[in-house]
Nanobody
Framework: QVQLVESGGGLVQAGGSLRLSCAAS????????IGWFRQAPGKEREFVAA????????HYLDSAKGRFTISRDNAKNTLYLQMSSLKPEDTAVYYC????????????????????WGQGTQVTVSS
């Protein structure tokens, strides 16, 4: 089981940028597809972005397209989420999650299919 630790969250003004990182332990990081989810107080967990095991395929929440970029460095066992043009509605706790099931037959937004989760990092966007 891969262990995940998010970092990089913080307070930023609307229109600003943040870069989140998700560090993974273990020697099999490259065998996992990774996703980012977020959850705001009183709301359900929401899919944000995902990336395939080799990094060749990415998926995004519609509202994140053009603003967020997901990437991974398998040599460093690290996942990234570069966020720009942040909006107050982006405020949430952001979680990374991993699974060994690819995205061809199982939706990347299906939180129930992810096996491992990080502890989350808070992102707050002020107006």
């Amino acid at each position: 089981q891969v262990q995940l630790v998010e970092s990089g969250g913080g307070l930023v003004q609307a229109g600003g940028s943040l870069r989140l990182s998700c560090a993974a332990s273990g020697r099999t990081f490259g065998t996992y597809a990774i996703g980012w989810f977020r959850q705001a107080p009183g709301k359900e967990r929401e899919f944000v972005a995902a990336i395939s095991r080799a990094g060749g395929v990415t998926h995004y929440l519609d509202s994140a397209k053009g603003r967020f970029t997901i990437s991974r460095d398998n040599a460093k066992n690290t996942l990234y989420l570069q966020m720009s043009s942040l909006k107050p509605e982006d405020t949430a706790v952001y979680y990374c999650a991993a699974r060994q099931t690819g995205f061809t037959l199982v939706s990347p937004s299906d939180a129930g299919r992810y096996d491992s989760w990080g502890q989350g990092t808070q992102v707050t966007v002020s107006s």
